[in-house]
C-alpha cells in the first residue's frame, strides 16, 4: 500500500510539473488552479518523499528535524498553502519553499516569523524566475 501511495504521489507531482513546461512558471497560479484532492496528493507526496529520504540515509527522527511535513498534517497544510497563494505577492514561491512556511503557520509559530519566511520564499522564487529569463 505505501509504495503504491507513493508511486501514486510522484506520478501527480511529475504531472504537475511537466504542466508548467513550456511557459513562465508561476507556482502560485498553478497551485490554485489544482484540484483539492490533486493538492493533497502533492502535500502527501512531499511528506512521503521526506521520509523515504530519511529511511534511505538511515537518519532517525529528532527534534532537529521539526521541518518535516506529517501526512496527518497534509489537509490543513494544503489549505493553507492556498489561503497564502491567493495573495498575488506570494505567487512566485516555490511550492517546496510554501509547505514549509504552511508547516510554519499551522504549527502556531509567531506571525514576524512567518512574514520573514514569505519574504525568503519571495526572493528565492524570484531568483528563480531570472535565472529562467537569463537561459
Not at 2 to 28: D, Q, V
Not at 58 to 87: C, F, G, P, R, W
Amino acid at each position: 500500500m505505501k509504495k503504491s501511495l507513493t508511486a501514486l504521489c510522484i506520478t501527480a507531482i511529475l504531472f504537475s510539473g511537466s504542466a508548467l513546461l513550456g511557459e513562465e512558471r508561476n507556482p502560485g497560479r498553478h497551485w490554485l488552479e489544482l484540484s483539492e484532492v490533486e493538492r493533497l496528493i502533492w502535500v502527501c507526496g512531499f511528506a512521503e518523499g521526506q521520509q523515504l529520504i530519511l529511511d534511505e540515509l538511515e537518519i532517525k527522527v529528532t527534534i532537529h528535524l521539526s521541518s518535516l511535513i506529517l501526512l496527518k498534517d497534509a489537509s490543513a497544510i494544503s489549505k493553507i498553502m492556498s489561503q497564502y497563494y491567493n495573495d498575488t505577492a506570494n505567487t512566485y514561491i516555490p511550492w517546496q519553499f510554501m509547505t514549509i512556511i504552511a508547516k510554519t503557520k499551522l504549527e502556531g509559530k509567531p506571525m514576524a516569523i512567518i512574514e520573514k519566511a514569505l519574504e525568503l520564499g519571495r526572493q528565492a522564487g524570484m531568483a528563480l524566475r531570472e535565472k529562467r529569463k537569463s537561459r
